[in-house]
């Protein structure tokens, strides 16, 4: 991020930053336990204060601007509907991050490639006694993640007697483990899933705030450098929310900080296209610009504050986004 250079550039070096306020973020896996509810829960609402300073003062702020100079009294037209569709945008983007997990978990199933991913057969002992055998649809064909239970040959035996069967309590327990294991595999996925899809809008975001540099008084070298930033810093926090459950879950601290930190990776890619999107066509920059903050503000009212809130550690989250506000906004005033 060094000034005077080509805007895409500084976009890219920015981009790279917050790339590596992610991988940071994870790192901290590494030193902390995994069920540190209160420092994710805290960081998490420390960044939902960051986001929102960052996507008035370094974004809606210098859109209004260029609208005004181009627009006059109708300058709200371009920045609401680019806020409308930013918002869109990554609410489209929620609704179809579950259609791409099946809820067969055949996905879950391979990237895991673990032992939870194939359920033993389990057999009742008093298999001539016309007791159900406990078999895993999969190896039957049928879908996975549901367990059937299939009655030996008797003539003796009726429909109703078998479903009356008491099933053993080792049965219940390889039933109920799997399919719990294969839920939280499937909560971990989407979890990676949502936080890379919410990447691209901030570093689109990044991208750009530095190719609008120039182009209005409001939208200055200060400005970007604040909101890249901004967005490292809630960077962090999204970082060790992929790695810390995954650590929990079982994964090596080591594979949970590489999965943390991929989830950063898209964000050059996006800063690039929004710099030079922005520079080539200088006549969509209040979209632009408004598109960013409303990505910004839906990821931080649809998900960061709910996921803060939900360990109950509201207060402590609470407190955590009123400073990360202040903290944002006295840079992005006293800087810009």
């Known amino acids: 991020m060094i000034r005077g250079h080509n805007p895409v550039i500084q976009a890219l070096l920015a981009s790279l930053f917050t790339w590596g306020v992610t991988a940071l973020g994870a ?32 974004l809606l702020a210098p859109a209004i601007e260029i609208s005004e100079e181009q627009m006059g009294k109708y300058a709200f037209v371009p920045v609401a509907v680019g806020f409308a569709c930013g918002a869109a945008f990554v609410a489209l983007s929620d609704r179809l991050i579950p259609s791409c997990v099946r809820t067969d978990f055949s996905v879950v199933d391979f990237l895991t490639n673990s032992a939870t991913a194939d359920t033993q057969i389990t057999t009742l002992k008093d298999a001539e006694a016309d ?16 367990v059937a239970f299939r009655q030996t040959p008797s003539p003796d035996a009726s429909l109703l007697d078998v479903e009356n069967r008491s099933i053993g309590p080792d049965t219940q327990s390889v039933s109920l483990m799997s399919e719990e294991s294969q839920q939280s595999w499937r909560r971990i996925l989407l979890l990676i899933l949502a936080v890379t899809v919410h990447n691209i809008p901030e570093g689109l975001a990044v991208g750009v705030g530095f190719g609008s540099v120039g182009q209005t008084p409001a939208a200055t070298f200060e400005s970007a450098f604040n909101l890249a930033l901004g967005i490292g810093l809630q960077n962090f926090p999204e970082g060790l929310a992929v790695s810390l459950p995954l650590a929990g879950f079982g994964y090596t601290k080591t594979r949970a900080f590489l999965y943390g930190q991929l989830s950063g990776m898209v964000e050059p890619i996006a800063a690039l296209a929004g710099a030079a999107a922005v520079i080539l066509m200088e006549p969509v920059l209040p979209y632009a610009l408004s598109f960013a903050a409303g990505a910004m503000i839906y990821v931080v009212a649809d998900d960061i504050i709910p996921e803060a809130q939900r360990n109950g550690n509201g207060t402590l989250a609470s407190l955590g986004t009123i400073a990360g506000f202040i903290v944002m906004m006295c840079m992005d005033v006293g800087l810009g």
Do not use: Q, Y
């Not at 540190?36 to 960081?43: N, V």
């Not at 007791?131 to 064909?141: L, Y």
């Open 27 to 58: 790192a901290v896996v590494f030193i902390l336990p995994h069920n540190s509810k209160k420092f994710l829960d805290a960081s998490l609402g420390f960044a939902a204060g960051v986001m929102t300073a960052a996507s008035f003062w370094s």
């Open 131 to 146: 007791e159900p055998t406990c078999i895993d649809k999969r190896k039957s064909g049928e879908s996975p993640g549901s």
